[in-house]
């Protein structure tokens, strides 16, 4: 049959992705009459109702308006989140995803056994082939550049790979061979099931340079060298292989050269969908979409010329589309974080499709093309235009300047979101990152801050809440809040690191101040006289023992008064006038275990960042004194201070640790 009269009709405008052409197209009568007609051999029909199969499977048939009536008419609808509907009853019964196939597509196609080991390799290499040749942003910086260790997988047959020094391959043979140095890293959840067979120790290495049986690997560890194999790929690169578990200055010095392992690796295997080793790289065949149904539609233009635009169709389940990879179990993990934004390429092993990125392209294996709503349209923080490299005169223009900044926060912002098992890694977990911007800006890098815009680095904000689900607040749900002070010391306080929980860089601190300071706003912002911190082992970007900022400051002693969550996540600041007690401003206590509830709490704020003239108010720190004089520690942002009630302040010279 091929396609029914009413498939067979469908504009071309019902897949687009212009908002102002979203539409709702009439289809069979009935939901019998849809059955009917894919019973009859309509393939789009059976995708219909293979989608309509598939929302109800997932328990999601229409919670907004409700069951529908299969007695109801069949419409099929566009949304401005480029994907389609099919609607009975104008009530959302499945979901499918059409999207258009460029007239200069020559790259495979892959068929409904796409996830098949056999399929989808030749779309991996189109992408990899593909990117080499004209993706100049993704080249790599050291294309010689290998671990120190790797393992070798060897052939499709082989029950044994093997772990390699690298000092040792000899590639004098072979000087400008680039595959034979090729390697593939791995980007995976470890879980609590690691076995010991797939770690190396000081005990085990002699082991693992002679032989690594499979059987004795997890099945991601396995899938990964059977995907490399296949790629035709020499070697891999695994951290729990790779790095001396068990030897701290080995990990030292294997964490310090992460930027460079995954930057210059052939390409990331990233496990996203498996929470720990038996999850494996694969795509799970109950979420994978159905398809694809190929549409040729016919378009006629007010001259009258004709043209044939194609259009792959797969159904989907009710999941949307853009939020898939962040649900993935490797998006919550903060190691993983910078594996995904360091590498130059890196393949998705997601629940629903193999997705992949790099600099230039992101696509997905059922539009191989493009597919950027597959990443919900994010960009990486060293994606194209991001993160950018200063000119020849080692300037940066302010628009550029202002893109890096907001980059960063975006970062800090999505890594501090994350979890960590080992709370002393929150530094080199991020070390990579902070290594690669410092390459790029000759800035210097202040455990998690950076010097030349150091001010405004210090106004990050501590971003708990009582309920833990914004906007929803429940005074009496107060559990969720999670953030804490790390254990030991890991980074000063005026650090993001130095507590557990996620923060973030406030859009109406940012987008509220003047584009050129008045210099009455400018007496009002500290002069930073010294700026230092003190590693705590081999790498400068990882764990410290010490850290200090020295500044000239105006300082004003306050008082909170223990209000606990009666605002939500702030409460008042306030200063003794006339003999009463006077609102000021307000604050968020970093951790708000440090101020409990009913009990009155002195501070000090200082003044860090005044908005725009027209507000006429500043941010500021929180501040506690420590036992050295003229030394404090930070414990809180203030905001919302008029600069009225800074003017009648002294500067002083203070450091903060």
Sequence with gaps: MGLCTFCSSIPLKLFSTHRDKQCAIKHQPSFPALQASGSAGCELCKLFLHAIQKQMEDGEN?????????????????????????????????????????????????????MNPDKEIPVINYWLDNCQKNHAACASSEPNFMPSRVIDVGHAEDKEVRLVSTVELDFTDRPRDAAARRYLA?????????????????STIADRLQAIPMAGLSRTFTDFISIARRMYV??????????????????????????????????????SSSVDGNGGCHVDPNSEPYGPVTLSIKETDEDGYSTVQKVRVFSLSATPITSILQQDPLSSRGWTFQERELSNRILHYSKDSIRWECRDLKASLQF???????????????????????????????????????????????????????????????????????????????????????????????????????????????????????????????????????????????????????????????????????????????????????????????????????????EGVYDLHKGKMREVGMIKYDVPSEAPAGKIKAIICLCVLPRAEKHRDAVGLALLPTAIKNEYCRVGLVFGIQWSWYETCVDWEITIV
């Design 186 to 202: 791995l980007s995976h959840c470890w879980g609590l099931t690691m076995p010991p067979t797939a770690t190396t120790t000081s």
């Design 234 to 271: 020499p070697y891999v690169w695994i951290d729990s292989l790779c790095i001396i578990q068990d030897a701290k200055e080995d990990w030292e010095k294997e964490a310090s050269q992460m930027a460079a392992v995954y930057s210059n690796s052939y390409c990331t295997i990233a496990a």
């Design 62 to 114: 229409d919670r907004v308006f409700g069951p529908w009536s299969k007695t109801g008419s069949v419409t099929l609808s566009s949304t401005k989140f480029d994907g389609q509907g099919v609607d009975i009853e104008y009530r959302t019964a499945g979901k499918f995803r059409g999207r258009l196939v460029p007239p200069e597509w020559s790259g495979p196609n892959p068929s409904d056994s796409a």
């Design 368 to 570: 191989p093309w493009q597919d950027t709503n597959a990443f919900n349209g994010n960009l990486r923080t060293f994606d194209v235009g991001q993160i950018g490299p200063q000119n020849a005169d080692q300037q940066l223009n302010a628009e550029q300047k202002d893109k890096d900044e907001k980059a960063w926060f975006e970062a800090v912002l999505n890594y501090t979101g994350r979890t960590l098992t080992k709370q002393s890694d929150v530094l080199h977990a991020f070390s990579g990152i902070a290594r690669t911007v410092e390459s790029r800006t000759s800035d210097r890098y202040l455990a998690g801050l950076w010097y030349s815009n150091l001010i405004h680095c210090l106004c990050w904000n501590s971003n708990w809440h009582p309920s833990g689900k914004k906007p929803v607040f429940d005074i009496n749900n107060p559990e969720s809040i999670t953030h804490a002070r790390r254990p030991g010391y890991l980074a000063p306080s005026w650090s993001w690191a130095s507590i557990i929980g996620q923060v973030r860089y406030e859009w109406w601190i940012f987008h509220a101040l003047d584009p050129c300071l008045t210099p009455k706003a400018a007496s009002l912002m500290p002069k930073i006289l010294e700026a230092t911190t003190i590693s705590a082992g081999l790498d400068k970007y990882g764990s410290l023992k010490g850290g200090r900022i020295r500044l000239v400051g105006k300082m004003k002693p306050a008082l909170t008064r223990g209000e606990g969550f009666a605002r939500q996540d702030r």
